[in-house]
């Protein structure tokens, strides 16, 4: 069955540490990959997305994110948090090669940030 | 604008009360999905849909059904709704170009 595997289940930063939430996927083959974002009370929102190419990926607010194949990890990351950041953190993987584009979720990191 | 809208936001219902919670995508995707979000267990997939006519089981299909008459419409139907299927829900679409998926806004469900 697909897996995908978040690490870390709740992070309490300080304004301005850095940031890393690691997700692990568990099947080979071409996969595309996805973080999501949630902030309270909010849908889910496209952070940013890997298809293929450069496996150093940019997203919004300063979000990036790294695909090392070899790991079958997409790691977040983020220089420096901020208040705002404070949401839920999804990683999602779909298998275009498997003809499918439903994406299956991590269980997701919840990312408080003090001021 | 592109969207996924969801009907209704909020629902607070009585067991074994027959509901339908609609969902309809205005980006003329393929790819249709449900998903409930429970605290400490993440989205976990309902059913989803490839096309019209085209549905499929999820990791959690019990007490569900779905239907995809339209490419637009994807209702997720609780035949006879239980306490344990409150919780927060969650429609996507997905087109064959963006990849990425449009969430709608929610459907809160209390099942008392």
């Known amino acids: 069955a697909q897996s995908v595997s978040q690490h870390n289940h709740h992070v309490i930063l300080s304004e301005a540490a850095s940031l890393e939430l690691g997700c692990n996927y568990s099947?080979?083959?071409?996969?595309?990959l996805f973080w999501y974002v949630q902030y309270p009370g909010q849908h889910l929102q496209l952070l940013l997305k890997?298809?293929?190419?450069?496996?150093l990926v940019k997203g919004i607010k300063g979000f990036e994110a790294e695909f090392i194949k070899s790991k079958f990890s997409f790691n977040l990351r983020k220089p420096s948090v901020q208040w705002s950041d404070t949401a839920e953190y999804f990683c999602?993987?779909?298998?275009?090669?498997?003809?499918?584009?439903?994406?299956?979720f991590g269980r997701g990191t919840s990312l408080i940030v003090h001021p | 604008e592109a969207q996924v809208t969801q009907n209704p936001r909020y629902l607070i219902t009585v067991t074994g009360k027959k509901l339908t919670v609609t969902c309809s995508q205005n980006?003329?995707?393929?790819?249709m999905s449900w998903y409930r979000q429970d605290p400490g267990l993440g989205l976990r997939q309902i059913y989803y849909?490839?096309?019209?006519?085209?549905?499929d089981k999820g990791d959690v299909p019990e007490g569900y059904k779905v239907s995809r008459k339209e490419k637009r419409n994807f209702p997720l139907i609780l035949e006879s709704p239980s306490p344990n299927q409150t919780s927060l829900y969650f429609c996507?679409?997905?087109?064959?170009?963006?990849?990425?998926?449009?969430f709608g806004q929610g459907t809160r469900l209390t099942v008392v």
């Open positions: 890997y298809f293929s190419g450069d496996p």
């Open positions: 999602a993987v779909n298998r275009p090669g498997g003809g499918s584009y439903i994406p299956t």
């Open positions: 980006m003329n995707h393929e790819y």
């Open positions: 099947y080979g083959g071409t996969v595309n």
């Open positions: 996507a679409s997905t087109g064959l170009s963006e990849g990425g998926a449009f």
């Open positions: 849909s490839m096309n019209v006519e085209v549905t």
